[in-house]
Protein backbone atom coordinates (compact mmCIF):
# COMPACT_ATOMS: atom_id res chain seq x y z
CA UNK A 1 0.00 0.00 0.00
CA UNK A 2 1.03 3.58 -0.79
CA UNK A 3 0.22 6.25 1.52
CA UNK A 4 -0.74 10.02 1.03
CA UNK A 5 0.62 13.04 1.93
CA UNK A 6 -2.12 13.17 4.68
CA UNK A 7 -0.78 9.47 5.88
CA UNK A 8 -3.99 7.71 4.73
CA UNK A 9 -3.55 4.22 2.84
CA UNK A 10 -4.17 4.68 -0.51
CA UNK A 11 -4.67 1.59 -3.70
CA UNK A 12 -2.05 -1.53 -4.10
CA UNK A 13 1.10 -0.75 -5.57
CA UNK A 14 -0.59 -1.97 -9.16
CA UNK A 15 -1.94 0.94 -9.86
CA UNK A 16 -0.46 3.39 -11.54
CA UNK A 17 -2.30 6.63 -10.48
CA UNK A 18 -1.39 9.06 -7.94
CA UNK A 19 -2.70 7.98 -4.43
CA UNK A 20 -6.16 8.91 -3.98
CA UNK A 21 -8.20 10.44 -1.10
CA UNK A 22 -11.61 9.32 -0.76
CA UNK A 23 -13.95 11.64 -2.25
CA UNK A 24 -15.00 14.55 -0.96
CA UNK A 25 -18.77 16.31 -0.83
CA UNK A 26 -18.01 19.34 -3.29
CA UNK A 27 -20.09 21.90 -4.15
CA UNK A 28 -20.96 23.33 -7.53
CA UNK A 29 -22.01 26.82 -6.52
CA UNK A 30 -20.00 29.62 -7.82
CA UNK A 31 -19.88 31.38 -4.61
CA UNK A 32 -17.78 28.60 -3.31
CA UNK A 33 -14.72 28.77 -6.06
CA UNK A 34 -14.68 32.72 -6.58
CA UNK A 35 -10.86 33.19 -6.89
CA UNK A 36 -8.19 35.36 -8.12
CA UNK A 37 -4.63 35.86 -7.95
CA UNK A 38 -5.76 39.63 -6.56
CA UNK A 39 -7.99 38.08 -4.19
CA UNK A 40 -4.85 36.27 -3.00
CA UNK A 41 -2.83 39.18 -2.82
CA UNK A 42 -5.50 41.16 -1.19
CA UNK A 43 -5.36 38.69 1.58
CA UNK A 44 -1.22 39.49 2.10
CA UNK A 45 -1.77 40.63 5.90
CA UNK A 46 -2.90 37.71 6.59
CA UNK A 47 -1.97 34.59 4.38
CA UNK A 48 1.88 34.24 2.91
CA UNK A 49 1.68 33.77 -1.13
CA UNK A 50 4.21 31.20 -2.75
CA UNK A 51 3.98 31.31 -6.63
CA UNK A 52 5.28 28.37 -8.67
CA UNK A 53 5.75 29.96 -12.22
CA UNK A 54 6.92 27.10 -14.87
CA UNK A 55 7.64 27.66 -18.33
CA UNK A 56 6.36 26.34 -21.77
CA UNK A 57 7.18 25.02 -25.19
CA UNK A 58 9.89 27.12 -27.14
CA UNK A 59 12.40 28.66 -23.82
CA UNK A 60 15.13 30.27 -25.31
CA UNK A 61 17.22 28.85 -22.19
CA UNK A 62 19.47 31.48 -20.43
CA UNK A 63 18.06 34.42 -22.45
CA UNK A 64 14.83 33.61 -21.27
CA UNK A 65 13.22 35.60 -18.26
CA UNK A 66 9.67 34.74 -18.48
CA UNK A 67 8.43 35.58 -15.19
CA UNK A 68 10.42 38.89 -15.13
CA UNK A 69 6.89 40.59 -16.40
CA UNK A 70 4.57 38.73 -14.49
CA UNK A 71 6.83 39.85 -10.81
CA UNK A 72 6.53 43.75 -12.04
CA UNK A 73 2.68 43.13 -12.31
CA UNK A 74 2.50 41.90 -9.33
CA UNK A 75 4.44 44.55 -7.64
CA UNK A 76 2.51 47.14 -9.47
CA UNK A 77 -0.81 45.67 -8.04
CA UNK A 78 0.48 45.23 -4.53
CA UNK A 79 2.34 49.23 -4.72
CA UNK A 80 4.72 48.69 -1.71
CA UNK A 81 7.19 46.39 -3.21
CA UNK A 82 10.94 47.38 -2.55
CA UNK A 83 12.16 46.53 -6.17
CA UNK A 84 10.05 46.83 -8.85
CA UNK A 85 10.55 43.00 -10.08
CA UNK A 86 11.36 42.08 -6.74
CA UNK A 87 14.93 40.64 -6.22
CA UNK A 88 16.92 36.79 -7.30
CA UNK A 89 17.61 34.93 -3.76
CA UNK A 90 20.74 32.52 -4.18
CA UNK A 91 22.46 31.30 -7.69
CA UNK A 92 20.22 28.95 -9.33
CA UNK A 93 19.31 25.69 -7.48
CA UNK A 94 19.65 22.29 -9.38
CA UNK A 95 17.75 19.39 -8.99
CA UNK A 96 20.28 16.84 -7.73
CA UNK A 97 18.15 13.98 -6.20
CA UNK A 98 17.16 10.99 -7.90
CA UNK A 99 19.11 11.05 -11.34
CA UNK A 100 20.45 14.25 -11.41
CA UNK A 101 23.06 13.67 -8.63
CA UNK A 102 26.59 14.52 -9.40
CA UNK A 103 27.63 11.11 -9.36
CA UNK A 104 25.08 9.89 -11.59
CA UNK A 105 26.08 8.57 -15.35
CA UNK A 106 23.62 9.74 -18.11
CA UNK A 107 20.67 8.03 -18.72
CA UNK A 108 20.74 5.65 -21.54
CA UNK A 109 18.09 6.67 -24.12
CA UNK A 110 19.21 7.06 -27.47
CA UNK A 111 18.17 9.19 -30.65
CA UNK A 112 18.34 7.70 -34.18
CA UNK A 113 20.64 5.35 -32.61
CA UNK A 114 23.11 8.21 -31.28
CA UNK A 115 22.80 8.44 -27.25
CA UNK A 116 20.81 11.78 -26.09
CA UNK A 117 23.99 12.73 -23.49
CA UNK A 118 27.59 11.39 -24.38
CA UNK A 119 29.20 12.12 -21.07
CA UNK A 120 28.77 12.90 -17.34
CA UNK A 121 29.52 16.45 -18.17
CA UNK A 122 26.83 16.66 -20.79
CA UNK A 123 24.14 15.26 -18.46
CA UNK A 124 25.03 17.31 -15.52
CA UNK A 125 24.31 20.91 -17.89
CA UNK A 126 20.69 19.13 -18.43
CA UNK A 127 19.57 19.04 -14.69
CA UNK A 128 16.56 21.48 -14.32
CA UNK A 129 16.83 24.15 -12.15
CA UNK A 130 15.19 26.78 -10.46
CA UNK A 131 15.52 30.46 -9.55
CA UNK A 132 14.12 32.16 -6.06
CA UNK A 133 13.01 35.70 -6.20
CA UNK A 134 11.78 37.14 -3.17
CA UNK A 135 9.34 40.92 -3.71
CA UNK A 136 9.85 42.13 -0.33
CA UNK A 137 8.01 44.82 0.26
CA UNK A 138 7.81 48.17 2.85
CA UNK A 139 4.90 46.69 5.15
CA UNK A 140 2.73 43.18 4.79
CA UNK A 141 4.47 39.89 4.23
CA UNK A 142 7.17 39.22 1.28
CA UNK A 143 5.69 36.98 -2.30
CA UNK A 144 8.24 34.61 -2.84
CA UNK A 145 7.93 33.47 -6.29
CA UNK A 146 10.21 30.37 -7.88
CA UNK A 147 10.91 30.00 -11.35
CA UNK A 148 10.88 26.61 -12.56
CA UNK A 149 13.23 25.85 -15.72
CA UNK A 150 12.81 22.40 -17.46
CA UNK A 151 14.21 23.74 -20.39
CA UNK A 152 18.08 22.10 -20.25
CA UNK A 153 16.40 18.13 -20.22
CA UNK A 154 15.25 18.94 -24.25
CA UNK A 155 18.30 21.10 -25.22
CA UNK A 156 20.31 18.10 -26.50
CA UNK A 157 18.17 16.89 -28.57
CA UNK A 158 16.82 19.96 -30.01
CA UNK A 159 19.87 21.77 -30.71
CA UNK A 160 22.18 18.46 -32.22
CA UNK A 161 19.09 17.09 -33.87
CA UNK A 162 16.44 19.14 -35.16
CA UNK A 163 18.08 22.77 -35.46
CA UNK A 164 21.19 21.00 -37.37
CA UNK A 165 19.63 18.85 -39.58
CA UNK A 166 17.01 21.83 -40.50
CA UNK A 167 20.08 24.16 -41.04
CA UNK A 168 20.74 22.39 -43.47
CA UNK A 169 17.43 21.46 -45.03
CA UNK A 170 15.65 24.79 -44.72
CA UNK A 171 18.11 27.35 -43.87
CA UNK A 172 20.22 28.21 -40.59
CA UNK A 173 17.92 29.97 -37.50
CA UNK A 174 20.61 32.30 -36.28
CA UNK A 175 19.53 32.81 -32.96
CA UNK A 176 18.70 28.93 -32.00
CA UNK A 177 22.18 27.69 -33.12
CA UNK A 178 23.98 30.83 -31.10
CA UNK A 179 22.12 29.76 -27.86
CA UNK A 180 22.60 26.12 -28.46
CA UNK A 181 26.48 26.61 -29.39
CA UNK A 182 27.07 29.15 -26.19
CA UNK A 183 29.14 27.88 -23.17
CA UNK A 184 29.01 29.29 -19.70
CA UNK A 185 30.04 27.81 -16.42
CA UNK A 186 27.69 28.43 -13.23
CA UNK A 187 30.87 29.82 -11.21
CA UNK A 188 28.58 28.88 -8.41
CA UNK A 189 27.75 25.49 -9.16
CA UNK A 190 31.29 23.65 -10.30
CA UNK A 191 29.99 21.06 -12.89
CA UNK A 192 26.97 22.93 -13.89
CA UNK A 193 26.14 25.17 -16.41
CA UNK A 194 24.37 28.07 -17.51
CA UNK A 195 24.13 27.93 -21.16
CA UNK A 196 26.48 24.60 -22.85
CA UNK A 197 27.53 24.26 -26.39
CA UNK A 198 25.70 21.58 -27.46
CA UNK A 199 26.38 22.53 -30.68
CA UNK A 200 30.55 22.60 -31.31
CA UNK A 201 31.08 26.88 -32.04
CA UNK A 202 33.42 25.68 -35.23
CA UNK A 203 30.23 23.48 -36.46
CA UNK A 204 27.77 26.27 -35.43
CA UNK A 205 30.03 28.65 -37.64
CA UNK A 206 29.91 26.39 -40.47
CA UNK A 207 25.92 25.90 -40.25
CA UNK A 208 25.25 29.87 -40.28
CA UNK A 209 26.46 29.75 -44.01
CA UNK A 210 24.44 27.56 -45.03
CA UNK A 211 21.83 28.90 -48.21
CA UNK A 212 18.48 29.62 -46.91
CA UNK A 213 16.82 26.90 -49.12
CA UNK A 214 12.63 27.97 -47.74
CA UNK A 215 10.65 31.04 -48.24
CA UNK A 216 11.25 33.40 -45.10
CA UNK A 217 7.75 33.26 -43.62
CA UNK A 218 7.42 29.58 -43.81
CA UNK A 219 11.49 28.94 -42.68
CA UNK A 220 10.71 31.26 -39.73
CA UNK A 221 7.50 29.63 -38.01
CA UNK A 222 9.17 26.21 -38.74
CA UNK A 223 11.74 26.80 -36.89
CA UNK A 224 10.03 28.75 -33.72
CA UNK A 225 7.09 26.74 -33.49
CA UNK A 226 7.38 23.19 -34.89
CA UNK A 227 11.80 23.01 -34.06
CA UNK A 228 11.99 24.96 -31.21
CA UNK A 229 8.39 24.75 -29.97
CA UNK A 230 6.47 21.58 -30.34
CA UNK A 231 9.37 19.01 -30.11
CA UNK A 232 9.57 20.14 -26.69
CA UNK A 233 5.88 18.69 -26.76
CA UNK A 234 6.70 15.93 -28.42
CA UNK A 235 9.89 14.87 -26.21
CA UNK A 236 7.61 14.98 -23.08
CA UNK A 237 5.29 12.34 -24.75
CA UNK A 238 8.09 9.45 -24.86
CA UNK A 239 10.61 8.13 -22.08
CA UNK A 240 11.84 11.79 -21.47
CA UNK A 241 8.61 12.18 -19.67
CA UNK A 242 9.64 10.67 -16.13
CA UNK A 243 12.97 12.93 -16.12
CA UNK A 244 10.97 15.55 -16.46
CA UNK A 245 8.12 14.55 -13.86
CA UNK A 246 11.45 13.54 -11.56
CA UNK A 247 12.64 17.04 -12.34
CA UNK A 248 9.86 19.00 -11.84
CA UNK A 249 8.92 17.68 -8.11
CA UNK A 250 12.51 18.13 -7.23
CA UNK A 251 12.44 22.00 -8.18
CA UNK A 252 8.79 22.70 -6.40
CA UNK A 253 10.16 20.88 -2.99
CA UNK A 254 13.72 22.81 -3.35
CA UNK A 255 11.75 26.31 -3.26
CA UNK A 256 9.18 25.01 -0.61
CA UNK A 257 12.46 23.69 1.51
CA UNK A 258 13.80 27.60 0.77
CA UNK A 259 10.92 29.31 1.84
CA UNK A 260 9.58 29.09 5.34
CA UNK A 261 8.79 25.74 5.69
CA UNK A 262 9.96 22.79 7.77
CA UNK A 263 10.26 19.06 7.22
CA UNK A 264 8.85 16.82 10.01
CA UNK A 265 8.53 12.82 9.95
CA UNK A 266 11.77 12.21 7.75
CA UNK A 267 11.47 8.56 8.16
CA UNK A 268 10.05 6.48 6.54
CA UNK A 269 7.66 9.38 4.48
CA UNK A 270 9.03 13.39 4.57
CA UNK A 271 6.20 14.98 4.94
CA UNK A 272 6.07 19.29 4.28
CA UNK A 273 5.16 21.21 7.03
CA UNK A 274 3.94 24.11 5.84
CA UNK A 275 3.21 27.83 8.11
CA UNK A 276 -0.98 27.61 8.44
CA UNK A 277 -1.45 30.45 6.35
CA UNK A 278 0.58 29.82 3.28
CA UNK A 279 -1.12 29.65 -0.02
CA UNK A 280 0.85 27.90 -3.14
CA UNK A 281 -0.37 29.12 -6.84
CA UNK A 282 0.27 28.13 -9.73
CA UNK A 283 1.77 30.22 -12.93
CA UNK A 284 2.29 27.65 -15.69
CA UNK A 285 3.31 27.76 -19.85
CA UNK A 286 1.63 25.91 -22.70
CA UNK A 287 3.39 22.34 -22.06
CA UNK A 288 3.85 23.13 -18.63
CA UNK A 289 0.62 23.07 -17.42
CA UNK A 290 0.44 19.43 -18.56
CA UNK A 291 4.35 18.80 -17.06
CA UNK A 292 2.94 20.03 -13.50
CA UNK A 293 0.07 18.04 -12.91
CA UNK A 294 1.88 14.73 -14.70
CA UNK A 295 3.80 14.70 -11.33
CA UNK A 296 1.23 13.28 -9.57
CA UNK A 297 1.28 10.31 -11.45
CA UNK A 298 3.04 7.61 -9.42
CA UNK A 299 4.54 4.77 -11.77
CA UNK A 300 6.02 1.93 -11.02
CA UNK A 301 9.26 2.96 -10.48
CA UNK A 302 8.85 5.86 -8.28
CA UNK A 303 7.01 3.19 -5.88
CA UNK A 304 9.76 1.30 -6.23
CA UNK A 305 12.24 3.92 -5.40
CA UNK A 306 12.18 4.73 -1.66
CA UNK A 307 13.46 8.50 -2.61
CA UNK A 308 11.26 9.11 -5.58
CA UNK A 309 8.15 7.76 -3.75
CA UNK A 310 9.39 10.44 -0.78
CA UNK A 311 9.49 12.88 -3.51
CA UNK A 312 5.76 12.07 -5.12
CA UNK A 313 3.88 12.09 -1.34
CA UNK A 314 5.72 15.82 -0.33
CA UNK A 315 4.94 16.79 -3.94
CA UNK A 316 1.36 16.10 -3.09
CA UNK A 317 1.40 18.21 -0.01
CA UNK A 318 2.47 21.02 -1.58
CA UNK A 319 -0.66 20.67 -4.19
CA UNK A 320 -2.76 19.85 -0.71
CA UNK A 321 -2.32 24.26 -0.31
CA UNK A 322 -2.64 24.89 -3.79
CA UNK A 323 -6.25 26.61 -4.28
CA UNK A 324 -5.05 28.51 -7.63
CA UNK A 325 -3.70 27.65 -10.61
CA UNK A 326 -3.42 29.71 -13.82
CA UNK A 327 -2.89 28.15 -17.72
CA UNK A 328 -0.78 29.93 -20.44
CA UNK A 329 -2.13 28.73 -22.82
CA UNK A 330 -2.11 24.79 -22.55
CA UNK A 331 -2.05 21.43 -25.11
CA UNK A 332 -4.01 19.60 -22.87
CA UNK A 333 -6.43 17.90 -25.70
CA UNK A 334 -3.48 17.49 -27.83
CA UNK A 335 -1.14 16.27 -25.87
CA UNK A 336 -3.49 13.42 -24.25
CA UNK A 337 -4.21 12.25 -27.94
CA UNK A 338 -1.22 10.39 -26.99
CA UNK A 339 -2.43 8.73 -23.37
CA UNK A 340 -5.24 6.72 -24.70
CA UNK A 341 -4.69 4.37 -21.94
CA UNK A 342 -7.64 1.92 -20.51
CA UNK A 343 -7.18 2.70 -17.32
CA UNK A 344 -9.40 5.57 -16.21
CA UNK A 345 -7.17 6.90 -13.58
CA UNK A 346 -4.04 7.45 -15.26
CA UNK A 347 -4.58 10.48 -17.37
CA UNK A 348 -5.03 14.27 -17.21
CA UNK A 349 -8.19 14.52 -16.18
CA UNK A 350 -8.20 12.11 -13.32
CA UNK A 351 -4.81 14.00 -12.48
CA UNK A 352 -6.21 17.02 -12.14
CA UNK A 353 -9.28 15.36 -10.18
CA UNK A 354 -7.15 13.87 -7.60
CA UNK A 355 -5.75 17.74 -7.10
CA UNK A 356 -9.04 18.96 -6.33
CA UNK A 357 -9.47 16.03 -4.01
CA UNK A 358 -6.27 16.46 -1.93
CA UNK A 359 -7.24 20.11 -1.90
CA UNK A 360 -10.67 19.21 -0.36
CA UNK A 361 -9.33 16.44 1.89
CA UNK A 362 -6.17 19.64 3.32
CA UNK A 363 -9.45 21.85 3.60
CA UNK A 364 -11.80 19.67 5.91
CA UNK A 365 -8.70 18.60 7.79
CA UNK A 366 -8.34 22.22 9.16
CA UNK A 367 -8.54 22.87 12.61
CA UNK A 368 -12.36 24.41 13.23
CA UNK A 369 -13.26 22.89 9.72
CA UNK A 370 -16.83 22.23 9.73
CA UNK A 371 -17.07 17.83 8.19
CA UNK A 372 -20.72 18.21 6.94
CA UNK A 373 -19.83 21.81 5.21
CA UNK A 374 -19.01 21.43 0.89
CA UNK A 375 -15.93 22.33 0.43
CA UNK A 376 -14.45 24.72 -1.09
CA UNK A 377 -13.33 23.91 -4.72
CA UNK A 378 -9.54 25.11 -6.56
CA UNK A 379 -9.84 26.78 -9.32
CA UNK A 380 -8.07 26.73 -13.04
CA UNK A 381 -8.33 29.94 -14.97
CA UNK A 382 -6.75 28.78 -18.70
CA UNK A 383 -5.88 32.06 -20.85
CA UNK A 384 -6.23 31.30 -24.30
CA UNK A 385 -5.74 33.37 -27.30
CA UNK A 386 -8.39 32.05 -29.99
CA UNK A 387 -5.81 32.99 -32.42
CA UNK A 388 -3.13 31.10 -30.59
CA UNK A 389 -2.23 27.86 -32.36
CA UNK A 390 -1.28 25.87 -29.81
CA UNK A 391 -4.27 26.12 -27.00
CA UNK A 392 -7.43 24.21 -26.48
CA UNK A 393 -9.83 24.52 -23.84
CA UNK A 394 -9.86 22.73 -20.69
CA UNK A 395 -12.48 20.39 -20.44
CA UNK A 396 -14.74 20.67 -17.17
CA UNK A 397 -14.18 19.36 -14.19
CA UNK A 398 -15.97 17.31 -11.08
CA UNK A 399 -13.63 18.54 -8.02
CA UNK A 400 -11.76 21.30 -9.97
CA UNK A 401 -13.75 24.51 -11.22
CA UNK A 402 -12.44 25.83 -14.58
CA UNK A 403 -12.71 28.75 -15.99
CA UNK A 404 -11.39 29.10 -19.77
CA UNK A 405 -10.84 32.94 -20.47
CA UNK A 406 -9.97 34.45 -24.16
CA UNK A 407 -7.40 37.13 -24.49
CA UNK A 408 -5.76 38.52 -27.71
CA UNK A 409 -2.01 38.38 -27.64
CA UNK A 410 -0.92 40.76 -30.67
CA UNK A 411 -2.55 42.78 -33.67
CA UNK A 412 -5.21 41.20 -36.25
CA UNK A 413 -3.93 42.04 -39.27
CA UNK A 414 -6.88 42.63 -41.30
CA UNK A 415 -9.26 40.41 -38.92
CA UNK A 416 -7.15 37.58 -41.22
CA UNK A 417 -3.84 36.81 -39.22
CA UNK A 418 -2.43 36.94 -36.09
CA UNK A 419 1.45 36.25 -35.57
CA UNK A 420 1.30 32.90 -34.69
CA UNK A 421 4.60 33.28 -32.59
CA UNK A 422 2.52 36.17 -30.49
CA UNK A 423 -0.20 34.90 -29.89
CA UNK A 424 1.35 31.57 -28.35
CA UNK A 425 4.52 33.62 -26.50
CA UNK A 426 2.76 36.68 -25.10
CA UNK A 427 0.89 35.70 -22.43
CA UNK A 428 3.39 36.93 -20.29
CA UNK A 429 3.73 40.12 -21.72
CA UNK A 430 -0.48 41.07 -22.47
CA UNK A 431 -1.47 43.62 -20.17
CA UNK A 432 -5.59 42.16 -20.71
CA UNK A 433 -4.04 38.30 -19.59
CA UNK A 434 -2.15 40.14 -16.56
CA UNK A 435 -5.57 41.94 -15.66
CA UNK A 436 -7.53 38.29 -15.96
CA UNK A 437 -5.16 37.79 -13.63
CA UNK A 438 -5.66 40.59 -11.26
CA UNK A 439 -8.32 42.31 -11.80
CA UNK A 440 -10.69 39.20 -13.21
CA UNK A 441 -13.82 40.63 -15.96
CA UNK A 442 -14.67 37.38 -18.17
CA UNK A 443 -17.93 36.42 -17.99
CA UNK A 444 -18.15 33.15 -16.21
CA UNK A 445 -17.97 30.13 -18.60
CA UNK A 446 -20.81 28.34 -18.83
CA UNK A 447 -19.80 25.12 -20.67
CA UNK A 448 -21.47 22.17 -19.35
Partial sequence: MAVTAAGAQTEPAGSTSAPQAAVPQVSTRKAQVERSLGEELNGMNVREVHIFFIHGI??????????????????????NCVKPEGEQVGGYDYADGAKFGMNEAPPT?????????NSPEEWHAAAPFVVHYKLARTSGRTIYLDELNWWPLVFALKCRQIIVSDALLAGPAAKHIQTCSTREPDPAAPGRFISY???????????????????????????????????????????????????????????????????????PT??????????????????????????????????????????AVAYMQVLRQTALVYFFANQVRMLELANLEESPTDNFVSHLEDWGKLRCDYEMSAPGADPNAPCRLPKIVALSDPSDLLTWRVPKLTTVDVQNVYVKNAIHWFWLLENPIRAHLN??????????????????????
Fill in 427 to 448: YSTDKRAIREMLYPTAAPDLEK
Fill in 109 to 117: MRYMGRPVW
Fill in 58 to 79: GSEGPNSHDSELLRKSICAYVK
Fill in 270 to 311: PLLSPVPDQDFVIVSQSLGSYLIFSALSVNEKDRATPILMQA
Fill in 197 to 267: DWINPDEAKQLLTQPKRAALINRTLKMDITDWGFADAVASLGPLHDLLVQGIRQLILKAVLDSPMTVRDLT
